[in-house]
């Protein structure tokens, strides 16, 4: 073998190796993205039951954002589309789910200060104008609340796509059980029966 044939040998050797190594450390690459967006996944679905069980906390609300840009696999695109519509949902029903209970105390508030003013009856010429300014309060508030109430249902409607696009590629358990979405679906009819039900309330003793 001639030093020609010596040196296109070692070129290819070379060649191979470096293509071989390439491909090694690509999987590896791959594999830990794969990891990561998992870890993601499962902590952000814990946090989602959180949410649903009880008001979000800003921390909460912060670390569902935060998933979102972690969850990120350069190497497995179609993993890190599904997560991330998984996740945008997961953020979106704790962003909803914090804004209803905020609204849920902005109503009741409304509620009480329109029950105060019409337990103290006045010959004040403003006694009137202020039940009226109360009475829409009470119901801008209550406008407000079931709107969100209506967004969070909607979303645990259309939580399953996202599941779907999610499970060729990780375990069910790491999601939302359906369980879980039935039970909180549950939830948002009940505070929307009775949301209604504290409105015809108010209603009835605003003036007409």
């Known amino acids: 073998m001639n030093t020609t044939v010596k040196a296109l040998a070692g070129i290819v050797i070379i060649a191979v190796l470096a293509v071989a190594g390439w491909i090694g450390w690509t999987t590896q690459q791959k594999r830990a993205q794969q990891q990561q967006v998992v870890r993601v996944l499962g902590e952000a679905t814990e946090g989602l039951r ?3 069980a009880k008001s979000p906390s800003p921390e909460l609300l912060a670390r569902m954002e935060a998933a ?10 179609a993993l890190e589309d599904a997560a991330e519509l998984y996740l945008v949902g997961a953020r979106e029903l704790t962003r909803r789910r914090a804004d209803a209970a905020r609204l849920t105390a902005e109503a009741d508030a409304a509620r009480k200060a ?3 003013h019409m337990s103290h009856s006045s010959r ?4 009137y104008s202020d039940a009226t300014r109360l009475k829409k309060q ?6 407000d609340l079931g709107r969100t ?3 969070v249902e909607e979303l645990l409607v259309t939580m399953p796509d996202a599941e779907k696009r999610l499970a060729p590629h990780v375990s069910r358990t790491l999601l939302l059980d359906a369980a879980a979405r039935d039970a909180a679906r549950k939830q948002v009819q009940v505070e929307l029966q009775n949301a209604a039900a504290e409105l015809e309330k108010a209603r009835a003793l605003a003036p007409r």
Not at 69 to 75: D, H, I, L, S, T
Not at 124 to 127: D, E, G
């Open 50 to 52: 959180e949410a649903l």
């Open 68 to 77: 979102i840009q972690a969850a990120k696999a350069p190497r497995d695109r």
């Open 114 to 116: 329109l029950a105060a």
């Open 124 to 127: 004040a010429s403003s006694w």
């Open 138 to 143: 009470v119901e801008q508030a209550h406008a």
């Open 149 to 151: 109430l209506k967004a």
